[in-house]
């Protein structure tokens, strides 16, 4: 039985350093540019959410571009600030 088990750690180990598919990928752009054709994701400040940056609520506040998903995001962080 012990051998049995044995066996499998090895067979295991042996997928893990040999077969297992690699999904690293080359860098072919600038860190941070977006790809052709894929909208850049903006984080809203109030409620965590994630919208498009074209489809935000957008707010320059103190030299600083926020975006929001809604107009009741954008009004909640006025009243805070």
């Known amino acids: 039985m012990s ?3 044995f066996l499998i750690i090895v067979l295991y180990l042996f997928y893990l350093l040999f077969l297992k598919p690699s999904y690293k990928t080359k860098k ?3 860190e941070g540019s977006p790809s052709p054709g894929v909208k850049r994701l903006v984080k809203d400040p ?3 959410v994630y919208i498009q940056e074209d489809m935000a609520v957008k707010l320059y506040y ?3 571009t926020y975006y929001f998903c809604s107009k009741e ?3 909640e962080f006025l009243k805070s600030h």
């Open 62 to 64: 103190k030299g600083q």
């Open 3 to 5: 051998f049995l088990i």
């Open 73 to 75: 995001c954008r009004d």
């Open 28 to 30: 072919t752009r600038r």
């Open 46 to 48: 109030v409620c965590g």
